[in-house]
Structures are given as structure tokens and as C-alpha cells.
């Protein structure tokens, strides 16, 4: 049974930076398509980041384009989002997630995912 388990969450001030991490047991992070989403209070969860399974692209939000960066390290079997430049609109609870079989076309759908972590807080305020 695969669990993926985020860290790294925090309360920061905008314009800082924050590393999230998401520790991957029960799958293989090479082979999955590997993503970031978050939820704000009242909000939908949202798209944040992805690294496609096949060829390893990644795909942001626009919302966060050039402020954020997507990795994996196969060997740690973990997946990284660091996030740069962050605002306060960035807060929200963090989910990795994880999914063998989805198209490109749905990698923004969290429906879409069949494994997720439990979420990390981040927390950007003055």
C-alpha cells in the first residue's frame, strides 16, 4: 500500500522561501506522475505542480510559474516542491500526490490522482 508522507510546511514571511518535501514508500516516483495541489479554507483544491511519468516534464500554474520548482530524487524515492518569492496568497494546505495511469490532459485534476499524502501547512503572513 503506498503512502506518501509531505514535511517542510511552515509559517514564513512573504518573499521567502520554503522547501517541501514528500517521503514515497509502496510506489516508485520514476514511474508515477508525481504532483503538488493545495487547498485554502473555503477554496477548491488546486494545482500547483506535476512532473509527467513519461520523460519527467513538469507543469506549473500559472499562479506560480517561475516562483516554484518541481523535483524528484528516484533514489530517496522523494518529491520536492521548492517554493521561492512566496506571497501571501500561497497559503494553504500542501498535498503530494501520485497517479501511474493518468493523460496529460488531467494532470491538473485532482480526481484524477488515486494516492495522496495527508497535506502540510504553509502559512506566508507579515
Known amino acids: 500500500q503506498a503512502q506518501l508522507v509531505e514535511s517542510g510546511g511552515g509559517l514564513v514571511q512573504p518573499g521567502d522561501s520554503l522547501r517541501l518535501s514528500c517521503a514515497v514508500s509502496?510506489?516508485?516516483?520514476?514511474?508515477?506522475?508525481m504532483a503538488w495541489f493545495r487547498q485554502a479554507p473555503g477554496k477548491d483544491r488546486e494545482f500547483v505542480a506535476a512532473?509527467?511519468?513519461?520523460?519527467?516534464?513538469?507543469y506549473y500554474a500559472d499562479s506560480v510559474k517561475g516562483r516554484f520548482t518541481i523535483s524528484r530524487d528516484n533514489a530517496k524515492n522523494t518529491l520536492d516542491l521548492l517554493m521561492n518569492n512566496l506571497k501571501p496568497e500561497d497559503t494553504a494546505v500542501y498535498y503530494c500526490?501520485?497517479?501511474?495511469?493518468?493523460?496529460?490532459?488531467?494532470?491538473?485534476?485532482?480526481?484524477?490522482?488515486?494516492?495522496w499524502g495527508q497535506g502540510t501547512q504553509v502559512t506566508v503572513s507579515s
Open positions: 512532473l509527467f511519468r513519461s520523460g519527467g516534464n513538469s
Open positions: 500526490a501520485a497517479d501511474r495511469g493518468l493523460m496529460l490532459s488531467s494532470i491538473g485534476r485532482p480526481d484524477q490522482y488515486d494516492h
Open positions: 509502496g510506489l516508485t516516483v520514476r514511474t508515477y506522475t
